[in-house]
């Protein structure tokens, strides 16, 4: 039979690359996201040399070749532009596929080859490495790791060790390199235990040089944000998240829905297939293509995805199929070996399975919100970036109209916003982005104090479940409100500073002095509290008090005037404002309608009368419905200590069941 001329490699290329960019034009469209302004901020207001030496704005792992210098290299380059970041991780992605290629070569002949490298670039937390600008780091780490093999294999150990210690750099997921190099050294190339650990020399100096120096980095660090366990059921756990991962199962209850809603992209497909050129032996002059033995492949790939696999278990309770970038490797060589002496149709085939497989991963609408090494589920997966960038442009806009030029110094206070979105950070990067302002800050509702709002302009929104919303917008006095908000929620510092903002700014006097008093003397401070009642003109008389709480007894009695009680009551406080008759009565008058000022007298007679169950009965079933779990746990907890009687209290009883069920753990997935 004739052989046609053999095909140019380049044309293959090109068609790859396009057929990979139709794939994720998506994911290199996605925005900043998440973590992402935190180290865009860290680049554009630290010195580089500065910030190597910590642990970065996260303070969980160092990283400084993909975080510190990858963001201090492109920012000022790229600026505010994430098309130009996700083009950069797009590049560092076919620079690793091409490495791949040349460690699939040694081991597999042309089919596998290329059955290998699709597979890996068509693995769903692929979409999440493209999505991510963040995670530049598992591609880089994937890629210095690539590249270390390459230098190796062909003895340049010195480079090797370096592009290693660069992959090092870039994520802890690397540091099993040497365990691979010497299974390379030991059953492919085959060489003798004492030249292979020779060779090995440098890769494992430069890995003990960097594990030492990241030690002492964390050491600087009192309390490191992440959280590691080493326990045996976590390194078993791993490896069969790592199966997951590799097998498109992040969310194993939703692939096969997700394959019935979606089929193969078809451009990717027409693009991909027609590769198939390049394995017509005819054309190629390769009639029966000549395959290394596969036996040391195999040892190979296996000892791959073991080392690349078991790095993940200090982690796994947060697991996230990306974490397994690396480990991909492994797969790519098992699916390299399996497709070894693929033909042109079943090319075409192969692609149209593994773009369908690919498109019904990602199409999966769920992600894990809880922990624990044995959950099913990714937590950080496709759709939930998807989502994040959905929400975080949606809330921006929405921002941008409620106040398009907020003054500078503003302080922005967020009471609720959707969950798992990503939109709140640190002290609010995002925002300073946003509106290009380095003064404005944001953080949640109960962080309000001193020390986040100091003199500021303070903004207060929340989501009412389709947009933002100012909250206290109309109200006369919106510092006295969040200073009532904040003693409820047990944070008796950002009230008092709530309270004196609103004196600051003319808010009521009576109010504002008298609970200013109240959250000081919580925090510790009966001196100021003292001063705060005086200056309100509040003092003991027992004469008064006996009288004016005599007048309210009768007005509720005989006249049933609610009203004229409750004024009785607050002259009666004024003249015994530490005595905790008053406040009871004045708390069960009020609570009945779900006041917030009901409440607060309640709160204020447990406290001065601890074994007032009654007044504690009350403030719990009023937390309980106010939505208020927190404190109502722990008011619930003080009154089953002081009230034995209270299982045969239909009250205690109602509220305890309700923060049951509220407590009890609730879906560990959130599902879309």
């Not at 969310?251 to 027609?274: I, M, Q």
């Not at 006996?546 to 007005?555: T, V």
């Given at each position: 039979m004739r052989t046609l001329p053999r095909l140019p490699w380049w044309p293959?290329?090109?068609?790859?690359?396009?057929?990979l960019s139709a794939v994720y034009a998506g994911a290199l469209r996605t925005g900043f996201l998440n973590d992402d302004f935190l180290f865009l901020e860290q680049a554009r207001t630290r010195p580089l040399l500065q910030s190597l030496g910590d642990l970065g704005p996260l303070a969980n792992y160092y990283r400084p070749l993909a975080r510190q210098v990858y963001f201090a290299a492109l920012t000022p380059i790229a600026g505010d532009h994430p098309l130009a970041f996700h083009l950069f991780n797009f590049a560092v992605f076919l620079a690793a596929l091409a490495l791949l290629a040349d460690l699939l070569r040694s081991l597999l002949p042309v089919p596998g080859v290329l059955a290998g490298l699709l597979f890996f670039a068509l693995l769903p937390f692929q979409e999440v490495n493209l999505t991510w600008v963040s995670c530049s780091q598992d591609l880089l780490a994937l890629a210095c790791a690539l590249g270390a093999v390459a230098l190796h294999r062909r003895g340049r150990t010195g480079w090797a060790a370096a592009a290693y210690l660069a992959a090092a750099a870039s994520k802890e997921t690397a540091l099993p390199l040497p365990a691979v190099l010497l299974a390379w050294e030991l059953w492919v190339a085959r060489r003798p235990t004492g030249e292979a650990l020779r060779r090995l020399l440098p890769a494992a100096a430069a890995g003990v040089a960097w594990v030492a120096l990241a030690l002492i980095v964390r050491a600087r660090?009192?309390?490191?944000?992440?959280?590691?366990?080493?326990?045996?059921?976590?390194?078993?756990?791993?490896?069969?998240?790592?199966i997951q991962s590799l097998l498109?199962?992040?969310?194993?209850?939703?692939?096969?829905?997700?394959?019935?809603?979606?089929?193969?992209?078809?451009?990717?497909?027409?693009?991909?297939?027609?590769?198939?050129?390049w394995l017509d032996p005819a054309r190629s002059g390769e009639r029966t293509p000549t395959a290394p033995p596969a036996r040391p492949a195999l040892r190979f790939a296996v000892a791959w995805l073991v080392a690349f696999g078991l790095v993940v278990g200090p982690v796994v309770r947060t697991w996230s199929a990306y974490y397994y970038t690396l480990a991909g490797v492994g797969g790519a060589i098992l699916v390299g070996l399996a497709a070894r002496r693929v033909d042109r149709w079943a090319w075409i085939a192969l692609c149209g399975a593994l773009l369908w497989w690919h498109a019904g991963s990602t199409a999966t609408r769920a992600f894990a919100i809880a922990d624990g090494a044995w959950g099913w589920t990714s937590h950080l997966t496709s759709f939930y970036f998807r989502r994040a960038a959905a929400l975080t442009d949606t809330l921006s806009h929405q921002m941008l109209r409620l106040e398009p030029s907020p003054p500078r110094g503003t302080r922005y206070f967020f009471a609720l916003l959707p969950p798992w979105a990503g939109f709140q950070m640190g002290n609010g990067p995002?925002?300073?982005?946003?509106?290009?302002?380095?003064?404005?800050?944001?953080?949640?509702?109960?962080?309000?104090?001193?020390?986040?709002?100091?003199?500021?302009?303070?903004?207060?929104?929340?989501?009412?479940?389709?947009?933002?919303?100012?909250?206290?917008?109309?109200a006369g006095d919106p510092f006295f409100l969040v200073g009532c908000d904040l003693l409820l929620l047990d944070r008796p510092a950002g009230a008092s500073y709530a309270f004196q903002r609103a004196l600051e700014e003319g808010g009521e006097r009576m109010d504002n002095l008298y609970w200013l008093g109240w959250a000081e003397l919580w925090r510790g401070r009966r001196d100021r509290a003292e001063a705060a009642w005086k200056a309100l003109g509040a003092r003991d008389d027992s004469l008064r008090w006996?009288?004016?709480?005599?007048?309210?007894?009768?007005?509720l009695r005989d006249d049933r005037d609610t009203l004229e009680t409750r004024r009785h009551l607050i002259t009666a406080i004024q003249y015994g404002i530490g005595r905790p008759e008053g406040h009871a009565v004045l708390g069960q008058l009020m609570a009945r309608g779900g006041s917030r000022y009901g409440l607060l007298e309640l709160k204020v007679a447990s406290r001065l009368n601890p074994r007032d169950w009654l007044a504690r009965r009350d403030l719990t079933a009023g937390l309980v419905d106010a939505h208020l779990d927190g404190p109502?746990?722990?008011?619930?907890?003080?009154?089953?200590?002081?009230?034995?009687?209270?299982?045969?209290?239909?009250?205690?009883?109602?509220?305890?069941?309700?923060?049951?069920?509220?407590?009890a753990p609730g879906e560990s997935v959130a599902r879309f």
């Open positions: 293959a290329v090109l068609l790859a690359l396009l057929g660090h009192a309390a490191p944000a992440a959280f590691l366990t080493f326990a045996p059921g976590a390194f078993a756990a791993t490896l069969v998240h790592e498109g199962l992040g969310s194993p209850g939703g692939l096969f829905a997700g394959l019935a809603r979606e089929g193969p992209a078809l451009l990717p497909w027409v693009l991909l297939g027609a590769l198939a050129l995002l925002l300073r982005a946003l509106y290009r302002d380095p003064t404005i800050e944001s953080y949640f509702y109960s962080q309000f104090s001193e020390s986040t709002a100091a003199g500021h302009p303070c903004r207060f929104l929340y989501w009412d479940g389709a947009d933002l919303r100012p909250l206290y917008s109309n006996s009288a004016h709480m005599r007048a309210a007894r009768n007005a109502a746990a722990r008011e619930l907890e003080a009154l089953e200590r002081i009230y034995p009687e209270w299982p045969a209290d239909s009250v205690v009883t109602r509220a305890a069941r309700t923060l049951r069920r509220r407590e």
